[in-house]
Every structure is written in C-alpha cells, then in structure tokens.
C-alpha cells in the first residue's frame, strides 16, 4: 500500500543534481517525481522513480548517501478542494503531515499526492475509513528486490 | 617477540647500555659534525662531562631548523664513502631535511622493524603488503627491510593504485597490511565499492603510522576489516619506523630504548616532565652513525604510560601521538588537534571517519569549519534530520573540546582521499598573501 521514495543528499553545488539525473539516466530508469528540500550548502533529493532498489543501488555504488523512506500516495479528486478534504480527514485521525508533493498521473487526468507522515501504516487506515482512494506501488513504478 | 634477550632486559642493565652508548655517541658527534660541536661549545657542555643518564639535560637541543640549515649532507657524522643510503623527510612543513644510513644503520633498522612487525604479532609465516610508500620516504622501505628481516612473504606494492592494492589483498592471501591508517580506509572502501569484504580475507593485522591518528579511528578500521590495527611510531630524522611500536595489548607504543632515549619535555620551559604528564617528545638517538641526533625536539606530542606492560617487554611505552605541534590549531585561545576532533566524529553516528579542517578568514575573525561526510548508512529524509546532526556534531566538539566550530556536512567522498599522510588541515587564510 506504500510507495518507496528515495531520499539523496546532495551538496548544494552545481552539478550535483545534474550528475544524479544522468546516473539514473544511464541507467534506464525513469523518474516520476524529484522534489528538492534544500539549504546553502546541502539538499535531500526525493525522487520517486522506476525500480526504487536498483536506483538505490546505483546511486549508492556512485558514492551517494541514499535512504529509502516509505511513504503514501493518495489519488486526489479533481476538483476544488480536493486536497483540502484529504488534508482535513487526516487533521481528524490527529495525523501531522511533514511534507507533500503532487504529480500527474500517467492518464493526465488527475494526480497523486505524495504525504510523508510519521506513521503511514496509520495515514493509510485513516484514509481508507475516509473514503480516499490509494495508489499503489505497481501502479507507478515496477517494485524491485531489495 | 623478535629480540627478547633486549627487549626484556632489566632496567638497570638496559640503562647502564644506554649510557655507555650515549658517551660514545656524544664524543662521536662532537669530534665528526661541526654543528654538534658548536653548540656543545656554546652551551659549555663536553662530552665527557656525562656520568649519569640524567646528565643528558645539559646537552643542547637539536631542532629540525638544524636539519633543514645542514641540506643536504651537513650533519651527517660519517664520510661520504660510508653512506649506503638517503632518505629525506616529507617536507611538508618547509624544506626537507636529508638522513643517511650507513651499512650498520640499514642493519639495525632492519632489526627494529622486524621487531615493531613482531610486536604487532607478525611472524615468519605471514604475508606483508608493504602500502607505504617507496622512495625517499622511509616508510616503504623500512616495512620492506624489517619484513624481510623478519622472514615474511613481502609484497613491495608500495602506496596508490588502490584496486589493486585490494586485488592483491585478496590474491596473495595478505595476513599483514602496512600502510598509514588513513589509506586502510580507503583501501577498506574501495574493497567495498569492489564487492570485497575484507573481513572475510585472511588479513588479520594492520601496521599502521606516519600520521597522528585516534582511538576511534583504529576502532572503526579494526570492525570494516575484521583486524588488529597497532600504532607504529617513527620519524625520518631519527630514523623512520621502528622508533617504537604498540605490542598486541595496544596500550601505548614500546619504544626502543636499546637504541633511542627518550625524553618528554614542556616546550615552553624545556625542562623535562614527569612520566604520565604530556609534552614533547625528545629523543637521542644511541646507535646511528650515518646522521645521529642528539635530543632531537620531534614537536610530536605524547606522554610515557606509567607502568609495565603485561607483554612483558621492559621498554617503557608512550602514548600514541597526539599530533605535531605544527598541526595544532588555536581556535579562539584554546589549543585543538585535528586527532582530537577526529575522536568526537568517530563517536558520532551518521557521519563518516573521514573529515577536514578548514581554517578561513572573515573580515578579521577567523573561521574554523569542519567538513565531514555523512556516512553512506545514514537515515534520513528531511532537513530537520540532517540540521539536528549537524547540531550533534557542533554540539560534541564544544562539549569535548570547548570550541565552536562550523560544521559542514558533505557527500560521502567528497573529502578527498590520500594514499599515503592524509591533509586534515586546510588554511586558507594565507591565500593569496
């Protein structure tokens, strides 16, 4: 029911980001998100992608500190307030959202919100009471060995 | 144990020979180099007025300055013909200074070495790759030498070419690694980036020296290679390694006493300290010919550990090295070494052993920001994580050491790497000046 996002520090120098888009471009994997929370000297590239564990992989034998976070992805009704319903009904469970992020699904119709919360196994419960759809990991990347 | 009619010999025995070694070398010295015999003149000193071993704080010092003024050749105590060999020190605090070795030093810096392996548990039986570097630097072939002494398998790979040095590891079944402590991680690391554990290889000791280093350092490095790290002492100008080693106890290094006095000293008053107490380390060397030294001022800081070891050996030991007196660094009035904020990182989690010192200027004020990588296994995901590390590392360095800092936190290996003295210290203060 989670998505597996990964997290990357990175020096907040130039080309830094550049060199880690084009190791997983090299190899072969997609990105479907990348959201960048950053200082003056360093950032955390979140990055949802293809095969989560082999980008892992790759990124890790190119050096990289790399962490892999589980986190839920809510389909999100397309209309005003939407976003709002979502964020309310886990405000209701007491539940306290570090971050989120949006982005398009494949159909271009509507959109995935990423929620990163202390306890996702709780979002998800609270969410699924509430009516929420959920988006599972096969529908966005192909899960992979750990 | 290499020599243990010497290396466990009674005090008194072993001072009575370290006297009538220090007499003969005094009259050597002050008959054969025309520097010694200046500066014992100056000082009012003669040779023969030594009797006791406690009469050696009347002789004058000798300092590195004399070694550099003396380039190339002039303090050596042989004629040209009698030196089979040159060595010069790293120079990396000015120019170098030049050491020769007569046929008999190369000898007896044979034994020492083969005993400093010996200390560290080696025998004839096993495989030493020797990953100090070859060349005018004395710890390549001073391994080399004492290894083979020893009668080991010796591998002279010397330092860099880092797969390799992995590959060989593996191939020749290496029992002993010899190199500075700061080139066994990266070899630890770069075995890792090749898919070797080293801990599952037949190594099984580390010699490791030639650059300050601290106790978390050789914990980290004895769990990513599954080995005993012993801390080995020497320096060029008194004759390379094998000045003093750590015995498999690993508390504090034997040094050589049949062959070198040493003496601790407080670098302002120059009067001597008493055992247990820090200061700088002095020694005399009792056996050299082609260049000896007499009360050689290192700059190096250590203390004597008080006591006997339970190895056995009669050598009294000193505490592993501080850091040189050149290395120091004054943050705001307090003296800091780069080895003891490497002993805070190394208790820190989620950062990685390896670390820099950068000294800048502001305006007027100085800055001193430590640079260190996060380790590859680190948690974390949001900023908060990294900022409260950060904190951490500040927090533990100010606590320890009672100095603020900047801490930087950067991509693992982004710290560049040495294969032989790791750079711990950046000034860049004197840019452009």
């Not at chain 2, 050597?28 to 050696?56: I, S």
């Not at chain 2, 000896?292 to 030991?317: K, L, N, Q």
Request: aromatic letters at 6%; glycine letters at 8%; a negative charge.
């Amino acid at each position: 029911m989670l998505i597996e996002q990964l997290s990357v520090f990175l020096q907040n120098e130039k080309g830094r980001l550049a060199g880690m888009c084009r190791l997983l471009g090299d190899a072969g994997l997609d990105m479907h998100a990348l959201v960048v929370a950053d200082t003056a000297e360093y950032g955390v590239a979140r990055v949802i992608c293809d095969r989560p564990h082999s980008a892992r992989r790759v990124l890790e034998n190119a050096g990289l500190a790399v962490s892999v976070t589980r986190v839920v992805a809510i389909e999100i009704p397309d209309r005003p307030g939407g976003l709002a319903e979502v964020l309310e009904c886990m405000g209701a469970c007491d539940i306290n959202v570090e971050y989120l992020y949006c982005f398009p699904r494949r159909d271009g119709v509507s959109a995935v919100d990423i929620v990163r919360v202390a306890d996702p196994d709780r979002a998800v419960g609270c969410l699924t009471a509430g009516g929420f759809t959920l988006v599972h990991a096969s529908e966005i990347y192909e899960p992979d060995p750990v | 144990m290499f020599q243990p009619e010497l290396e466990t010999m009674s005090r008194e025995a072993l001072e009575d020979l370290q006297l009538a070694r220090l007499r003969t070398q005094l009259a050597r010295v002050y008959v054969n180099v025309p520097l010694y015999r200046r500066k014992f003149d100056e000082a009012g000193f003669r040779p023969e007025q030594v009797e006791t071993l406690a009469d050696l704080a009347r002789v004058p010092f000798t300092v590195k300055d004399d070694l550099r003024e003396a380039y190339p050749f002039d303090m050596f105590a042989v004629p040209r013909r009698d030196i089979v060999r040159v060595h010069s020190s790293s120079g990396t605090t000015g120019q170098v200074s030049v050491v020769g070795y007569t046929r008999g030093d190369v000898e007896r810096w044979s034994d020492l070495m083969a005993r400093t392996l010996a200390c560290a548990g080696a025998t004839a039986d096993d495989v030493v790759q020797v990953a100090y570097g070859y060349g005018l630097f004395t710890g390549g072939l001073g391994a080399h030498y004492g290894s083979e002494r020893l009668g080991a398998m010796t591998i002279p790979v010397s330092g860099g070419n880092t797969a390799r040095q992995v590959q060989i590891l593996k191939d020749f079944g290496v029992t002993v690694l010899a190199c500075t402590p700061s080139y066994a991680l990266l070899i630890a690391e770069t075995a890792i980036s090749m898919g070797i554990d080293v801990r599952e290889l037949p190594l099984k000791v580390g010699v490791f020296g030639a650059e300050p280093w601290s106790e978390g350092m050789r914990r980290q490095i004895e769990e990513v290679m599954g080995i005993r790290a012993v801390d080995i002492y020497g320096l060029s100008e008194v004759m390379g390694p094998g000045v003093a080693s750590e015995c498999v106890r690993q508390d504090g290094l034997h040094v050589f006493e049949d062959h070198f006095i040493i003496e601790i000293i407080d670098p302002e008053t120059l009067e001597s300290v008493p055992d247990g107490q820090q200061g700088e380390v002095v020694f005399t060397t009792l056996t050299k010919e082609g260049i000896p030294v007499i009360r050689y001022r290192t700059r190096d800081i250590s203390r004597i550990v008080p006591g006997e070891c339970a190895c056995g050996r009669t050598f009294r030991r000193m505490e592993r090295v501080m850091g040189r007196t050149d290395d120091m660094l004054i943050i705001r009035g307090v003296n800091v070494y780069p080895s003891q904020i490497e002993q805070v990182l190394m208790d820190i989690p989620g950062v990685a052993p390896h670390y820099q010192v950068v000294l800048d200027k502001r305006g007027s004020m100085d800055t001193v920001e430590v640079q260190v990588e996060v380790s590859p296994d680190l948690e974390f995901d949001e900023i908060r994580e990294l900022e409260a590390l950060q904190r951490t590392v500040a927090g533990a360095i100010a606590a320890k050491l009672a100095v603020s800092v900047g801490v930087k936190l950067v991509e693992p290996r982004a710290i560049q790497r040495s294969e032989g003295k790791a750079k711990r210290v950046v000034d860049l203060r004197t840019k452009g000046a």
